[in-house]
């Protein structure tokens, strides 16, 4: 009896202790995969798990944040968040920064309203993380002409050989890297086959964008060789790969938690802000932005891959035009005659006319447009560029004589005029479609280009030049064709005052190719020591280069041909 109530007060010992164990064990909430954080490694020991209930913190306010901004593109992102929500000291020390400065976090909004819509649009149809819709901010903060000193550019930063990998044109007139529309469908290619590459691993894959895919897979195999972990956070990286990713969980994190961070989203709505328009052929931007009643600068803001104030003569063709404006710029641009879509004569990059320029290519403005400078005001512009306030601003579509640093604007450049002989604008406007040199042709049943030119006695090729067409394209009965049968340019700009005698006046005249002083000093009945005096060497350079503008004065006994 004594032996048996031992045994029962042993094993009901026993099964209390099993109990205890039990209880032990189950208190412990486990983690899902996605929430499970990386391991500590020699570099980083500050990482900690996130409690449960810290998890689900993040995950609440996500919510709340999402159902506070309906129909904006806030709701949409946070929707689509899918990176682990990682607690760790470099993120920590990312969201500090940006809390200590909440101007840049407001600037970035307002920077990134006209993309993230379109941004948010390939995200989700290539099943991307919501978080990567905010990585122009690490990359360009939101600027799409950014550019680095690795020489990466546009919002996603893409150094020319990736670029060109995929697909993106980058030549003397357009920079694909900088197109919104094209880089944005480039970026998130190249970001999902990244994924794809690391099995999933977002993190592995942003590092990847930031330094490299083979650049990652060699940290990789090192912690491989030493038996260490081979997440993100246990790699040996580069200081700015250790912080790119963080910074991007940063900035995900506060715009989730924004209420609580004390962080002020702005109103985006879920819309779209711009329709792609195929304008098919080359078009000066400053007169594409009239047609769409837009400022300059907020135009190129979403077209800033033309490296020229024109479109690309061989394309691309495609605008971006703000979608409220889409229907006016149709009709306006319908309604332009096709010859006055370009006003200046532009020459392509390896051609002459730029091979000897005074002014390296790199350096040249764009014709007509100018770039605020920190302190200038509108006044001070107007001066500087012969010009006044009054159409600066109607040029511009200004409402005030507001301006900024950095803002483009564009110089009317009939009000361009300067008194001295030697100072000569980059490129200047050519006469009128109704001068003499230039005439409108109808083609008749039966025309081909190579008959065309032959009634007028001038080369096929400029024929299909001036009018934008192939050698072997067909023409249709009624279909305008474009003529110049004169063989001078003359400046539609305003002659300068001349001392010499009332009955001179001055012109410039752009050289063509296989012209020589000489040769001009015939057409213009002048002579060649007279043409050097009006045109001293500029920079002392002595080239008589196709494109090249020079200042001929006449008189009345001059002869012209």
């Given at each position: ?501 009332n009955s001179a006046r001055s012109i410039n005249y752009i050289v063509r190719q296989g012209d020589s002083l ?44």
């Amino acid at each position: 009896m004594h032996v048996n109530f031992n045994r029962s007060a042993n094993f009901l010992l026993l099964l209390i202790s099993l109990m205890l164990v039990g209880c032990s064990d189950t208190s412990r909430a486990p983690l899902s995969v996605n929430d499970r954080p990386p391991e500590s490694n020699h570099q980083d020991n500050s990482y900690v798990r996130h409690p449960s209930n810290k998890l689900s913190f993040f995950k609440k306010n996500k919510s709340k944040a999402a159902s506070s901004h309906k129909n904006t593109v806030w709701e949409r992102m946070l929707a689509l968040y899918s990176l682990p929500e990682i607690d760790n000291e470099r993120i920590d020390r990312e969201i500090d920064w940006y809390l200590q400065h909440p101007a840049s976090l407001a600037v970035i909004q307002q920077r990134a309203q006209p993309y993230l819509h379109h941004i948010l649009e390939e995200i989700e149809t290539k099943d991307l993380p919501g978080e990567i819709a905010l990585l122009p901010i690490v990359e360009s903060a939101f600027l799409p002409d950014a550019y680095s000193k690795s020489d990466a550019s546009g919002l996603w930063q893409f150094i020319p050989s990736t670029g060109n990998d995929f697909g993106l044109q980058q030549n003397y007139w357009y920079d694909g890297r900088r197109d919104v529309y094209a880089s944005t469908k480039a970026a998130t290619d190249y970001l999902k086959q990244l994924s794809e590459t690391f099995d999933g691993d977002w993190l592995l894959a942003l590092a990847s964008y930031n330094y490299g895919k083979g650049n990652v897979r060699k940290a990789i195999e090192r912690n491989e060789d030493l038996n260490l972990p081979t997440d993100y956070w246990s790699l040996s990286l580069p200081e700015e790969t250790m912080n790119y990713v963080p910074r991007l969980l940063a900035v995900a994190r506060i715009f989730a938690n924004a209420e609580e961070y004390n962080i002020r989203l702005q109103h985006i709505p879920n819309k779209p802000y711009f329709e792609v328009v195929d304008v098919h052929s080359q078009l000066d931007l400053p007169k594409a932005a009239e047609l769409a009643d837009t400022p300059l600068y907020e135009f190129l803001k979403l077209n800033p891959g033309f490296n020229h104030a024109t479109t690309a003569p061989q394309g691309p063709h495609q605008l971006l035009i703000p979608v409220d404006k889409v229907q006016a710029f149709k009709q306006n641009l319908a309604q332009l005659p096709y010859d006055e879509r370009v006003k200046q004569k532009y020459y392509p990059r390896g051609s002459n006319v730029l091979a000897k320029r005074e002014e390296p290519e790199s350096k040249r403005p764009l014709t007509t447009l100018y770039k605020v400078k920190a302190g200038e005001g509108l006044t001070a512009i107007a001066s500087k560029n012969h010009t006044t306030l009054e159409a600066l601003r109607k040029a511009n579509h200004l409402t005030t004589s507001s301006v900024r640093a950095g803002m483009v604007l564009q110089i009317p450049t009939s009000n361009i005029a300067s008194n001295k002989a030697t100072d000569i604008p980059f490129l200047p406007k050519t006469a009128t479609e109704k001068s003499a040199a230039t005439q409108v042709y109808s083609v008749k049943k039966g025309d081909t280009l190579f008959n065309v030119a032959q009634r007028y006695s001038i080369p096929v090729k400029d024929v299909a030049e001036w009018n934008k067409l192939k050698m072997k394209t067909a023409l249709v009965a009624g279909q305008k064709l474009t003529i110049k049968t004169s063989g001078q340019q003359i400046s539609a700009a305003p002659a300068p005052t001349l001392s010499a005698s009332n009955s001179a006046r001055s012109i410039n005249y752009i050289v063509r190719q296989g012209d020589s002083l000489a040769q001009i000093s015939r057409k213009f009945n002048v002579s060649v020591t007279d043409l050097r005096k009006w045109n001293p060497p500029a920079g002392g350079s002595k080239a008589l280069t196709p494109g090249k503008i020079i200042k001929v004065i006449l008189s009345a006994g001059n002869r012209t041909t």
